[in-house]
């Protein structure tokens, strides 16, 4: 691929999929000031393995790999600054969710239950409320379809147990 | 709340606040007349400096030592000599592993799947237990470095209690901690106390990732 059809791909595809980068970066990256960094860090890899791109795979399971590669990579440099997230999350959830409407206490659970799930296990659960097929999931992760099946199944399951934590 | 109620729920929030998400044109365009990165500059400078002390480190004691062995060998304190060729000699290796290390998670590629990429990641993060190891190993020679060959001749049973058993302490504990730096300590308090701090955090952060991926894998060879 020559230096300029790189060049338009890249654009184009930051242009069409930038949303894939912001809902990772989201997940892995509670910080504003660390995702802009965390962003910035995406797109200059996504740039510098453009010419690796073959059309053997969708755009969005590329772009996927990359992005959470990227992302699992830099949460493994600011574990610590995770770790403060998820205290901080813990204490605002609670205060959050006695005085908000019922769809905002689950958005607040869900957020909350996806930032404590391991980097993997994250990465799978994105791809699962982001309606991804098994398939394609298992290509961007790199296991078994029936294997995406029963991982996300046990997600679910602890998913479920939390939601009626807080129901009860 | 039903599983198509959540799946909705979250993507109409990121839609929201995707709206106010811009990634300017400029920028990107700025991006593509980036050159790739050398290895050297993706490196922090404390790194950097870091690898430079220890090539000089290898590079001077290397040059010294080998004048000793090929035009003073039969003068010189052996005690200092061996001591400081073993000294040397490990730190060597040291530094090999560690730039091969470097070398290697630069050429990771971020395109292949997300248990490949980050197995090979963790593997070679790693590898820092190996430079650890080779480290630790030192320990006894800079107990005998100080030591002559008058000390063999004029020093008593009682003079040589005290310098015999430091030796013997570190020797025992290199040995043990060279044999027991592994993956499979992980979880041993000792080991926590040992790489307990920001500078090992990657590190650890990496033990719990290779955790996650052999699960993963495991859990592959079963369905």
């Known amino acids: 691929m020559k230096k300029q059809d790189q060049r338009q ?19 892995y990256c509670p910080d504003d000031e660390d995702r802009q960094d965390l ?21 969005s399971t590329w772009l996927y790999r990359v992005s959470l590669n990227v992302a699992i990579s830099f949460y493994r440099k600011s574990s610590t600054r995770a770790k403060k997230f998820t205290e901080l999350n813990d204490q605002k959830a609670e205060a959050l969710v006695n005085d908000k409407s019922e769809k905002e206490k689950h958005l607040i659970i869900l957020e909350q239950f996806i930032s404590e799930l391991k980097e993997i296990d994250k990465a799978l659960m994105l791809l699962y409320l982001e309606d991804k097929s098994h398939t394609e999931i298992a290509e961007i992760i790199g296991i078994s379809v029936s294997n995406v099946g029963t991982k996300i199944g046990r997600i679910k399951g602890q998913l479920r147990t939390r939601f009626s934590q807080f129901k009860s | 709340m039903h599983e198509l109620e959540l799946k909705q729920l979250w993507q109409s929030t990121n839609e929201k606040l995707e709206e106010n998400f811009v990634i300017h044109k400029k920028n990107t ?9 050398s290895l050297l500059g993706s490196m922090k400078p404390i790194k950097i400096f870091a690898l430079l002390v220890g090539f000089l480190w290898v590079g001077i004691g290397g040059y010294a030592l080998s004048s000793i062995y090929l035009n003073s060998f039969a003068e010189a304190n052996k005690f200092f ?15 090999y592993v560690y730039v091969y290390q470097l ?17 090979i990641l963790s593997n070679l993060k790693m590898s820092t237990l190996w430079v650890t190891r080779i480290l630790f190993l030192q320990l006894p020679v800079w107990t005998t470095f100080w030591w002559n060959e008058t000390m063999l001749t004029d020093w008593t049973l009682f003079q040589w209690i005290l310098p015999v058993t430091v030796t013997a302490l570190f ?7 060279f044999m027991n730096i592994k993956y499979e300590n992980r979880n041993e308090k000792w080991f926590q106390l040992l790489f307990n701090g920001i500078e090992w955090a990657p590190l650890m952060k990496s033990l719990e990732l290779l955790e996650q991926v052999e699960e993963y894998k495991e859990q592959n060879t079963i369905n």
């Open chain 2, 171 to 177: 020797t025992y504990a290199s040995i043990w901690l």
């Open chain 1, 39 to 59: 962003i910035q860090e995406m797109m200059i890899q996504i740039w510098q393995s453009i010419h690796k791109y073959n059309d053997q795979y969708k755009i």
């Open chain 1, 9 to 27: 791909l890249f654009e184009r595809i930051i242009e069409q999929h930038k949303g894939i980068l912001f809902k990772v970066a989201r997940a």
């Open chain 2, 29 to 37: 365009e700025d991006l593509t007349q980036v050159k790739v990165q």
């Open chain 2, 81 to 95: 000599l061996f001591s400081a060729s073993i000294q040397v000699g490990l730190t060597a290796v040291a530094l």
């Open chain 2, 103 to 119: 070398i290697r998670i630069y050429g990771v590629d971020v395109t292949d799947p997300i248990i490949k990429t980050q197995e």
